[in-house]
């Protein structure tokens, strides 16, 4: 029998987690919950979760965005923010403090299945023929087997969304990738109208990978059609 997917639920009103954890083991994931951000930290390193639903008002000292950067201190585990906010800049950061998606309450038990399956889907981005090999772009050098990535010979920990969008960007190198198509390969195709979404990761992303992310060198945006990874001619897979 195949293992199922655990899903932690971080949120402090108990009818929320009720119809969550019953929505969610209708359709076959093992649900574990906390009420507060301590239980939820000691339950993400223990329990090692397949994704995080993570309130962003929590009681006491900590809320969901300081939850979600502890978590990221240790673990790429996927995370879905949920919050009755839905203001850009609560979304950006979320986003800013390392959350895969963003779930606006009140919200359907459709939509809730929806973003689980399409961020789990992600966070297990299935490799392909030729993801054995080394993929090399300038300083940039990705392991698509052991999904490692290093920029000028040292190791940097991305997301697994930000692997998934630098992965789709590699594999197409040098070649214009158009906002939904880069929307629909990593988030899915329920998510091709969110460009903001695309338009931060790039920007995390580049964070992480260009010498100066104000200038970018090799993620390069074609205004109002999409991204693009340049790499020289000696770049190889």
């Known amino acids: ?32 919950a906390a009420g507060d951000a301590k239980t939820a930290l000691e339950m993400v390193a223990i329990e090692r979760p397949d994704l995080i639903l993570l309130d962003i008002l929590l009681p ?8 979600c950067r502890r978590v990221r201190e240790f673990s790429n585990v996927p ?6 906010k839905a203001r850009e800049s609560d979304k950006l950061n979320g986003f800013e403090a390392g959350a895969d998606d963003y779930l606006t309450k009140p919200f359907s038990s459709k939509e809730l299945v929806a973003r689980v ?4 889907r992600r966070s297990k981005y299935p490799e392909e023929v030729r993801a054995d090999a080394d993929f090399v772009c300038g300083e940039i050098s990705v392991n ?10 040292q190791e940097v920990a991305l997301t ?5 969008l630098l992965r789709e960007l590699a594999l197409n190198a040098n070649c ?27 920007r ?8 100066d992310p104000s200038k970018p060198r090799y993620i390069l945006t074609t205004p109002g059609v999409g991204y693009m990874l340049a790499c020289p001619d000696e770049s190889r897979i």
């Open 176 to 202: 214009v990738l158009l906002h939904e198509q880069l929307l629909a390969a990593v988030w899915g195709p329920e998510y091709v109208n969110d460009i903001d979404y695309l338009r931060a990761y790039v």
């Open 79 to 84: 995370v879905i923010m949920l919050t009755a």
């Open 144 to 153: 698509f087997a052991q999904r490692r990535v290093f920029v000028g010979g």
């Open 204 to 211: 995390y992303l580049r964070r992480k990978i260009e010498p």
């Open 60 to 67: 006491r000292d900590m809320d969901g965005y300081e939850v």
């Open 1 to 32: 029998m195949a293992v199922k997917d655990c899903i932690l639920v971080v949120d402090d009103e108990p009818r929320l987690l009720r119809l969550v954890r019953e929505v969610l083991q209708a359709v076959g994931y093992r649900v574990i």
């Open 160 to 164: 697994a969304t930000e692997y998934a």
């Open 117 to 120: 399956r399409a961020v789990l």
